[in-house]
């Protein structure tokens, strides 16, 4: 299995609602990512959890929550969002072995988010 | 802090010719990895290639290879015989000590029949 998989594909929620995102990988990977596209932009990295630890977190607004219940389980909760924050957003993993610079990130398909 | 530029915002290739995707970079580290990754317009990132900081070889893969000069720091995209479904939107990334993981502004490529 060399899949990560993210639902729902496709979000659609108001500035009052809450919602969750969900992402999961069986690779045994160690690391786990979320980033935010908007379109014709890079993706822009929000949150890493490294070992089910939150690693890094890029000053990313409090109304996106990160959780790492397990190693192949990433979900991000979403509360009182603006429309700016409506874009793609990508989860992605890697093997994460300490020090090695050539993990390459695997990629979910995304969940194209609209908020109204 | 790390740095990716992408100077080419978008490319034209005619189908068949090769075509060469610019990336350069800013790092302190000594040791990082560089990743091209092509993204078409369903959205689903795809890795392309990998260059190591230490490799003393360009890395190829298929019809794409990276052509890496440390010492100017850039790490160029070629790909070979360019294909219709070669389409996308291509980016740059870089991975130095630590887990983070960053992309440049990208490239979006058109290939023309």
């Known amino acids: 299995d060399t899949e990560v998989t993210q639902t729902p594909k496709h979000l659609v929620m108001g500035m009052t609602n809450k919602k969750s995102l969900k992402c999961e990988q069986h690779m045994g990977h160690r690391a786990m990512y979320w980033y935010k596209q908007k379109a014709k932009k890079p993706p822009e990295l929000m949150f890493v959890y490294s070992y089910e630890k939150l690693s890094i977190n890029e000053s990313v607004p409090s109304r996106f929550s990160p959780e790492c219940p397990n190693s192949s389980l990433l979900n991000l909760h979403l509360h009182a969002l603006q429309p700016e924050d409506s874009a793609l957003y990508l989860c992605?993993?890697?093997?994460?072995?300490?020090?090695?610079?050539?993990?390459?990130?695997?990629f979910g398909s995304g969940t194209q988010l609209s908020v109204l | 802090a790390q740095k990716i530029t992408q100077t080419q915002p978008g490319m034209f290739v005619q189908e068949k010719e090769a075509v060469t995707l610019d990336c350069t970079y800013d790092?302190?580290?000594?040791?990082?990895?560089l990743f091209w990754y092509k993204q078409p317009s369903s959205g689903e990132m795809i890795f392309l290639i990998y260059?190591?900081?230490?490799?003393?070889q360009n890395a190829t893969e298929g019809r794409y290879s990276l052509n890496f000069q440390k010492a100017r720091k850039s790490a160029n995209l070629v790909i070979s015989a360019s294909q219709l479904g070669d389409s996308a939107m291509y980016f740059c990334a870089m991975r130095a000590t630590g887990n983070q993981f960053y992309f440049g502004t990208g490239t979006s490529l058109t290939v023309i029949p």
């Open positions: 790092t302190s580290d000594p040791s990082y990895g």
């Open positions: 260059q190591g900081s230490y490799d003393q």
């Open positions: 992605a993993s890697s093997l994460e072995k300490t020090g090695t610079v050539n993990e390459k990130l695997f």
